[in-house]
């Protein structure tokens, strides 16, 4: 009899994370199916997570190391490829730390992420490691940061059930996160009605029970202006503001200018229209913001973040179920890539690296010496390498020379690196242009939830990095881990937001959530309920001015662009090899 095994495991691709099943026959995953009794997706899946396993074991998994010579790829053992990326990692890192950089993979479960973290901090002595939040979600980790104290999601997904109003901005859920879509119906069924802000007439605009479309790029002036209409109708919350928050004097004055007909000229949107939308998120006794990459990927990102917690924090929509600032992640773990450190600003727990404690205490643990300086952000990073200044660049699991905007100045400055090491399960586009490939395991084989082996050849991410640091000089019993439990068991002593977390509760299947600060403390989603996150426990209004884009139209280039996502895919190295997947809708 064939014995066919499930093994639970979580969506690799959106910030959703559905609970789904691996069917595993002879050793080898065959199939997924939704895990029933998820409390995220509650048994169902959206295409990518039906048939997005499907790349799993294709043939053209990479399993040799590879260096490259004379512009070609040649195989290599493990042994060569790391003694040479261990010695020009030191080379250039005892030279100056600045000169080397790391990408983390916010696709990689948090073991692997808060390894990448320690081998830039401990083993190079830099603080210049970073993921793609920078350039989706890490608005949303200032933003929210500046003004509540955390950079979370407020409230957990099924609260939004219990909305009466949904304020749902820049955010195409239908398509980007099916699943949270779904919750989006729930709510309107439960007498929540929907508002969906898009420049695009998107699926999720098409559910909606009222559309609006707006300009671009406008988003503080639309929610300016709704400020103060909310306070010219007297429908502000004058206890919630009095008690729990400050700045609302700096706030109200700045608004002042942002008049109907003034946001409408900026925006686009009837001013009647304004009038209603904030007399209605006011008046609701719950309102709920949603928001996506529709409002973070701009430049004034932080500022479209921080508008949003101005509006929640003005009608005290904020610490109660069916309220909050509800941001929806893209990558599958883009928030644990922030939770453990793969910051240039901030270690494992948002500990802060300018704090001069923070960095001794982390300089003793780690027997580093660590400057209390932020590193190069990846933008900053990306520049550096094209201006010469940085000399070995680490990927770990992206991709950007082919998700990055301008992918002329990408390879540029790859090609301008003495080294570029690339952590792959495939040959991307950026793994075309690196100096050393690596051929690392991928979901399902690895840290929790394994289901099979890696392909002979490919190591297991943490161990890769295991090993480098301790060619590099690293002593291995600072740097040594029998398996992902043990790494994570270092993510609790240093970081106190996941103190609470032991194995035992995270191998159940109820959801924690940080901060968990104690065994006993229930974890539970909801935040900022008495108080906020910042030290004197109060929220903090931001005055902000509608900057507008700093990319317009113009002569040379008429066009107005913006992102968006496909049902189907999310990038390209996994999804395009799912066939299924491709099947719907070609790629390549
Ligand atoms: Fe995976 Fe997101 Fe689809 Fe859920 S909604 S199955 S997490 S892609």
Same mark, same amino acid.
């Given at each position: 009899m064939v014995e066919i095994k499930y093994v639970p495991t979580i969506c690799p691709y959106c910030g959703t994370g559905c609970g789904l099943n691996f069917v595993v026959k002879d050793d080898k995953i065959v199939g997924v199916e939704p895990y029933k009794r998820h409390p995220v997706n509650e048994g169902k899946v959206c295409p990518k997570g039906n048939f997005g396993y499907e790349f799993i074991n294709r043939e053209d998994r990479l399993t040799t190391p590879l260096i490259k010579e004379n512009g070609e790829f040649r195989e290599a053992s493990w042994d060569e490829a790391l003694d040479l990326v261990a010695n020009k990692l030191k080379e250039v890192s005892d030279d100056d730390p600045n000169k080397v950089g790391f990408y983390a993979c916010a696709r990689s479960p948090?073991?692997?992420?808060?390894?990448?973290?320690?081998?830039?901090?401990?083993?190079?002595?830099?603080?210049?490691?970073?993921?793609?939040?920078?350039?989706?979600?890490?608005?949303?980790?200032?933003?929210?940061?500046?003004?509540?104290?955390?950079?979370?999601?407020?409230? !957990?997904?099924?609260?939004?059930?219990?909305?009466?109003?949904?304020? &749902? /901005?820049?955010?195409?859920?239908?398509?980007?996160?099916?699943?949270?879509?779904?919750?989006?119906?729930?709510?309107?069924?439960?007498?929540?009605?929907l508002v969906v802000l898009d420049p695009r007439y998107t699926p999720t605009a098409k559910i909606a029970d009222e559309y609006v479309q707006f300009k671009t790029g406008t988003d503080v002036a639309l929610m300016n202006g709704m400020i103060k209409v909310i306070i010219d109708n007297d429908l502000q919350d004058d206890e919630f503001i009095k008690n729990r928050t400050k700045g609302f004097d700096e706030l109200k004055e700045t608004v002042q200018k942002y008049d109907l007909e003034t946001v409408s000229e900026i925006t686009h949107i009837a001013p009647e229209v304004i009038e209603e939308l904030a007399i209605e998120y006011a008046k609701a006794d719950k309102a709920a913001i949603v928001y996506s990459l529709g409002i973070t990927e701009h430049s004034h990102g932080a500022d479209n973040v921080m508008s949003t917690a101005n509006l929640a924090m003005l009608t005290g929509n904020i610490g109660r179920e069916g309220t909050g600032v509800n941001p929806l992640r893209g990558q599958n773990n883009v928030q644990g890539a922030c939770d453990m450190g793969a910051l240039p600003s901030d270690y494992v727990g948002y500990r802060k690296v300018a704090d001069q404690e923070t960095t001794d205490w982390f300089n003793e643990y780690y027997g580093t010496n660590l400057p209390a300086?932020? !590193?190069l952000t990846l933008v900053e990073m990306m520049n550096a390498a094209h201006a010469g200044d940085l000399k070995v660049l680490y990927i770990h699991g992206e991709d950007p020379v082919l998700s990055d905007a301008d992918i002329k100045h990408t390879k540029e400055a790859l090609a301008n690196l003495d080294m570029l090491i690339v952590q792959?399960? %495939?040959?991307?586009?950026?793994?075309?242009?690196?100096?050393?490939?690596?051929? =690392?395991? !991928?979901?399902?084989?690895?840290?929790?939830?394994?289901?099979?082996?890696?392909?002979?050849? =490919?190591?297991?991410?943490?161990?890769? *990095?295991?090993?480098? =640091?301790?060619? *590099?000089?690293?002593?291995?019993?600072?740097?040594?881990?029998?398996? =992902?439990?043990?790494?994570?068991?270092? /993510?609790?002593?240093?970081?106190?937001?996941?103190?609470?977390?032991? @194995? +035992?509760?995270?191998?159940?299947? +109820?959801?924690?959530?940080?901060?968990?600060?104690?065994?006993?403390?229930?974890?539970?989603?909801?935040?900022?309920?008495?108080?906020?996150?910042?030290?004197?426990?109060?929220?903090?209004?931001?005055?902000?001015?509608?900057?507008?884009?700093?990319?317009?139209?113009?002569?040379?280039?008429?066009?107005?662009?913006?992102?968006?996502?496909?049902? %189907?895919?999310?990038?390209?190295?996994?999804? @395009?090899? &799912?066939?299924?997947?491709?099947? +719907?809708?070609?790629?390549?």
């Open positions: 948090n073991e692997n992420i808060y390894i990448t973290q320690k081998l830039a901090r401990v083993a190079c002595g830099t603080q210049n490691v970073d993921h793609c939040a920078r350039i989706c979600h890490g608005p949303t980790v200032a933003g929210l940061a500046t003004t509540f104290g955390s950079g979370a999601m407020t409230n !957990g997904f099924d609260s939004i059930k219990e909305a009466d109003y949904i304020f &749902c /901005i820049g955010s195409n859920n239908m398509e980007a996160h099916p699943l949270f879509g779904r919750k989006l119906i729930q709510a309107q069924k439960n007498g929540a009605k300086k932020p !590193g792959e399960l %495939f040959m991307t586009d950026t793994a075309q242009c690196a100096d050393v490939v690596l051929p =690392a395991a !991928g979901w399902g084989e690895q840290c929790l939830h394994k289901a099979q082996e890696p392909p002979e050849g =490919a190591m297991l991410d943490w161990k890769i *990095m295991e090993e480098i =640091a301790v060619r *590099m000089g690293v002593p291995r019993e600072k740097f040594h881990y029998e398996s =992902a439990e043990e790494i994570f068991e270092e /993510i609790r002593e240093c970081a106190p937001i996941f103190a609470g977390m032991n @194995r +035992e509760r995270l191998d159940t299947p +109820e959801a924690l959530h940080w901060p968990c600060p104690s065994v006993d403390d229930p974890c539970q989603p909801l935040m900022h309920k008495d108080k906020f996150a910042h030290p004197d426990g109060l929220g903090i209004f931001q005055a902000l001015e509608h900057r507008g884009p700093v990319e317009v139209p113009d002569e040379e280039y008429p066009l107005l662009l913006t992102t968006t996502r496909v049902l %189907f895919h999310y990038h390209a190295a996994m999804t @395009r090899r &799912c066939k299924t997947l491709d099947n +719907e809708v070609k790629t390549g």
